[in-house]
């Protein structure tokens, strides 16, 4: 039990375009959602918690006009990454908290900007 | 700012030796350490760790926790080629879905 589907696996786009990676919570209801961003070879660095139903919380630095969350639902997280840039090229996982089965990951998006 | 730091950053050992891998915190609020490995993807969980000085378990990897000296070690013996991956510990603050703050990792090569 406790599967979190993450979509796309893997996205290329274009400079200035905008992309949407969403998470779906399979099998329970997923009240809280945390984005995570990955660069090679370093670890997760948490973006910000979304709780369903209310404004998503971002760490220090992260910029939330460009990296919209939004938690509509108990099953459905999203992130959009707008005006996309090359720097923003990086791996993006999301994680569920799911109770008795504490944290479970999505399976990770890998965006390239070109 | 919670800090979680693991050493060493990277290593490579033979099959069949065995490795400690660190992980010291300094994060408010303390409530849990957790372990994963991570190979392609996403990370898949190994232990979490509460109590101190209670050894976790799981066929070849083994963990502890000493939250009077703030850090926690995972041990794997008997290593495999299959172990070869980043292994990240994380922090979880008190709440109960509140959330985990990731070590730097430590990426293991294990060669034949």
């Known amino acids: 039990g406790a599967v979190v589907s993450q979509h796309p696996s893997r996205v290329i786009c274009k400079s200035g375009t905008s992309v949407k990676i969403e998470c779906r919570s399979l099998?329970?209801?997923?009240?809280?959602m945390f984005w995570y961003r990955q660069f090679p070879k370093q670890s997760l660095m948490l973006m910000a918690t979304?709780?369903?139903?209310?404004?998503?919380?971002?760490e220090q630095g992260v910029e939330k006009d460009k990296f919209l969350i939004n938690h509509a639902s108990l099953t459905l997280s999203t992130l959009t990454v707008t005006s996309a840039h090359p720097e923003d090229s990086s791996f993006y996982i999301c994680?569920?908290?799911?109770?008795?089965?504490?944290?479970?990951f999505g399976s990770g998006t890998r965006l390239t900007v070109v | 700012e919670d800090k979680v730091v693991q050493s060493p950053l990277s290593l490579v050992v033979h099959e069949g030796d065995t490795v400690t891998l660190n992980c010291s915190y300094e994060?408010?609020?303390?409530?849990?350490l957790l372990w994963y490995k991570q190979e392609k993807k996403a990370p898949t969980f190994l232990f979490m760790l509460?109590?101190?000085?209670i050894e976790k378990k799981s066929g070849r990897l083994s963990s502890i926790l000493d939250k009077k000296e703030l850090f926690s070690i995972l041990n794997i013996t008997a290593t495999q080629t299959g172990d070869s991956a980043v292994y990240l510990c994380?922090?979880?603050?008190?709440?109960?879905?509140?959330?985990?703050?990731f070590g730097t990792g430590t990426r293991l090569q294990v060669t034949l």
């Open positions: 994680s569920a908290w799911t109770g008795d089965y504490g944290y479970t």
């Open positions: 099998d329970f209801q997923a009240t809280t």
């Open positions: 979304s709780n369903e139903g209310s404004k998503a919380t971002y």
């Open positions: 994060v408010t609020n303390f409530r849990s």
């Open positions: 509460t109590s101190s000085g």
């Open positions: 994380a922090s979880k603050a008190a709440g109960t879905a509140s959330k985990l703050t």
